[in-house]
Nanobody, 118 residues
């Protein structure tokens, strides 16, 4: 089984930056695509960004394009989300996601809260 643990959330002023990290552990050999989702208090969970295993395919939600950057280090089984120019509307719980090809299941982290204050 694969477990995901996020870190890096917190409180930041509008215009500031945060870097989220998500480390996978367990049977990580089958991990493929990884991504970040978020859920604001009154919204449904939405995809923020995703990255293929090799990093050649990256997708961003429209509102974060040009501000957020997703990357991964497969040697560390870790995916990152660099968030710049943060806005109050980016406030949400951010969840790490990974597709485990061995179990053919989506795996989720516990979430990390990002609060952007104006």
């Amino acid at each position: 089984q694969v477990q995901l643990v996020e870190s890096g959330g917190g409180l930041v002023l509008a215009g500031g930056s945060l870097r989220l990290s998500c480390e996978a552990s367990g049977k990580t050999i089958g991990i493929g695509k990884m991504g970040w989702y978020r859920r604001a208090p009154t919204n449904q969970r939405e995809l923020v960004a995703s990255i293929s295993h090799g990093g050649g395919s990256i997708i961003y939600e429209d509102s974060v394009k040009g501000r957020f950057t997703i990357s991964r280090d497969n040697s560390k089984n870790t995916v990152y989300l660099q968030m710049n120019s943060l806005k109050p509307e980016d406030t949400a719980v951010y969840y790490c996601n990974a597709y485990d090809g061995l179990s053919e299941l989506e795996v989720w982290g516990q979430g990390t809260l990002v609060t952007v204050s104006s």
